[in-house]
T-cell receptor, first 113, second 116 residues
Framework: KQEVTQIPAALSVPEGENLVLNCSFT??????LQWFRQDPGKGLTSLLL?????REQTSGRLNASLDKSSGRSTLYIAASQPGDSATYLC????????????FGQGTELSVKP | NAGVMQNPRHLVRRRGQEARLRCSPM?????VYWYRQLPEEGLKFMVY????????ESGMPKERFSAEFPKEGPSILRIQQVVRGDSAAYFC??????????????FGPGTRLTVL
């Protein structure tokens, strides 16, 4: 059974710091892994999707890596800004079950000015 | 290209009433997923639909909940005889299909249901 875990649950950093969010999954048979951002009371914004054949994906100040064999993904945020404050979620689709996503519990990030 | 649309954004119901949540997928997407986010809990899968078909409803409560995605119109998540425990944020996501750009899902803004 696929389980997704994110640590830490919450993180507070000063503006400008580089930071890493962690996501681990128990079943390495995945097609891809998706990182989302959720602002309070809002929906989910897709940040990055890494295919299982890829090692990393980059978008602006965000870089996501994937290590299937160890069941881990990291989201690296460079030069953090107060506007990055949000909850970050990772999710994987269950293999051969139509793509329904299993989510981690999220990391609540606060970037202090 | 408009994103995933959900309405209403906020819905208040009294216990025993019915709640209808609507989701219009992104243009060109024929696959819809519903997820629920209970207070202080993570997002949980409820149901996966294609046009006129329920593909996987393994996450749906056995009673009072139903979903449809008709040939024309939005997908509907229906909750009959709501109870306080149904209070949550309900999110809809769409994708072009599980085997196309396997399976990036795009989420709507959610419907926040409050049961009084």
């Amino acid at each position: 059974k696929q389980e997704v875990t994110q640590i830490p649950a919450a993180l507070s950093v000063p503006e400008g710091e580089n930071l890493v969010l962690n996501c681990s999954f128990t079943d390495s048979a995945i097609y891809n892994l998706q990182w989302f951002r959720q602002d309070p009371g809002k929906g989910l914004t897709s940040l990055l999707l890494i295919q299982s054949s890829q090692r990393e994906q980059t978008s602006g100040r965000l870089n996501a890596s994937l290590d299937k064999s160890s069941g881990r993904s990291t989201l690296y945020i460079a030069a953090s800004q107060p506007g990055d404050s949000a909850t970050y979620l990772c999710a994987v689709p269950i293999y051969n079950q139509g793509g329904k996503l299993i989510f981690g519990q999220g990391t609540e990030l606060s970037v202090k000015p | 290209n408009a994103g995933v649309m959900q309405n209403p954004r906020h819905l208040v119901r009294r216990r025993g009433q019915e709640a209808r949540l609507r989701c219009s997928p992104m243009k060109g997407h024929s696959h819809v997923y519903w997820y629920r986010q209970l207070p202080e809990e993570g997002l949980k899968f409820m149901v996966y639909l294609q046009k006129e078909n329920i593909i996987d409803e393994s996450g749906m409560p056995k009673e009072r909940f139903s979903a449809e995605f008709p040939k024309e119109g939005p997908s509907i998540l229906r909750i009959q005889q709501v109870v306080r425990g149904d209070s949550a944020a309900y999110f809809c996501a769409s994708s072009p299909g599980p085997y196309k750009v396997y399976n990036e899902q795009f989420f709507g803004p959610g419907t926040r249901l409050t049961v009084l």
